[in-house]
C-alpha cells in the first residue's frame, strides 16, 4: 500500500492557461475526494466520486472546473482559463466505504500546489 | 451550513501537554477526526471519535467531545518537538460525504 499519490507536485502557470492534475488512490478504496487549500485555510470540499460515478459538486466548483474518474481508479482535475484566484493547495483523498456507521477515514495525498502568475 | 472553529496558534513547552479546541455547528455530525499537517505535506490521520462516545484515548491523544456544547478538543500529553505542526479538526455530516475541516491550529512546540 503505498498511499494516495498526486501528480505533479507543483504547477506553476499563466493566467488563462488550462491546467490537470492527477490523483491515484489506495487501490482498494472506491472513493475519492477533491479539496482545495488555500494558504491559512483548512480545506474546502470540492467534489467526490464513488467508483467512477461523480455524486456530489460543491459551489466552489465552478464551470471552469471538471473532474473525472473514468475507470474508477484514478481521477484528474481540470482548471481551464485559470485565475489568480485559483493558486491553491489541490488535495485529493480516497476512502474505502462499504457499509453505513463505519468512519471509513479518508487518506489524504502530499497535494498538487498550483501558482497563476 | 456547517462550519467549524479553531484557535489559530498554541505555544506549549516540550514535555508538557497541549490541548487543542475546536467548535462546530452541524448537530447532525457523525464522526469527527483530528488530522495533523505538517509544511508541505498531506494531512495525516490522527484519531476520529464517534458523536456518541464523549472520550477516545490512543497512546498520548485522548479526544474529548462535549456534543451538547459541539466542543471538541484533543489533548497530547507529553509534547515532542516533532510534534510541531498545523492541527485540523474536521466534522463528517449524516450525509457522510465529505469532511469539514477548523482553519487549523499552529502549534508550536519549544525545547
Known amino acids: 500500500d503505498t498511499g494516495v499519490s498526486q501528480n505533479p507536485r507543483h504547477k506553476i502557470t499563466k493566467r488563462g492557461q488550462n491546467v490537470t492534475f492527477r490523483c491515484d488512490p489506495i487501490?482498494?478504496?472506491?472513493?475519492l475526494y477533491w479539496y482545495r487549500q488555500t494558504l491559512g485555510q483548512g480545506p474546502e470540499f470540492l467534489t467526490y466520486f464513488q467508483n467512477e460515478a461523480q455524486l456530489e459538486k460543491s459551489r466552489l466548483l465552478s464551470d471552469r472546473f471538471s473532474a473525472e474518474r473514468p475507470k474508477g481508479s484514478f481521477s484528474t482535475l481540470e482548471i481551464q482559463r485559470t485565475e489568480q484566484g485559483d493558486s491553491a493547495m489541490y488535495l485529493c483523498?480516497?476512502?474505502?466505504?462499504?457499509?453505513?456507521?463505519?468512519?471509513?477515514?479518508?487518506?489524504f495525498g502530499p497535494g498538487t500546489r498550483l501558482t497563476v502568475t | 451550513g456547517e462550519d467549524v472553529e479553531q484557535s489559530l496558534f498554541l505555544s506549549v513547552r516540550e514535555g508538557d501537554s497541549s490541548v487543542i479546541n475546536c467548535t462546530y455547528t452541524?448537530?447532525?455530525?457523525?464522526?469527527l477526526y483530528w488530522y495533523k499537517q505538517e509544511p508541505g505535506a498531506g494531512l495525516q490521520l490522527l484519531t476520529y471519535i464517534f458523536s456518541n462516545m464523549d472520550m477516545k484515548q490512543d497512546q498520548r491523544l485522548t479526544v474529548l467531545l462535549n456534543k451538547k456544547d459541539k466542543h471538541l478538543s484533543l489533548r497530547i500529553a507529553d509534547t515532542q518537538t516533532g510534534d510541531s505542526a498545523i492541527y485540523f479538526c474536521a466534522e463528517r455530516g449524516a450525509a457522510g460525504n465529505k469532511l469539514t475541516f477548523g482553519g487549523g491550529t499552529r502549534v508550536l512546540v519549544k525545547p
Open positions: 452541524d448537530s447532525s455530525s457523525t464522526y
Open positions: 487501490s482498494e478504496h472506491n472513493r
Open positions: 483523498a480516497s476512502s474505502l466505504h462499504y457499509l453505513a456507521g463505519v468512519p471509513y477515514e479518508q487518506y
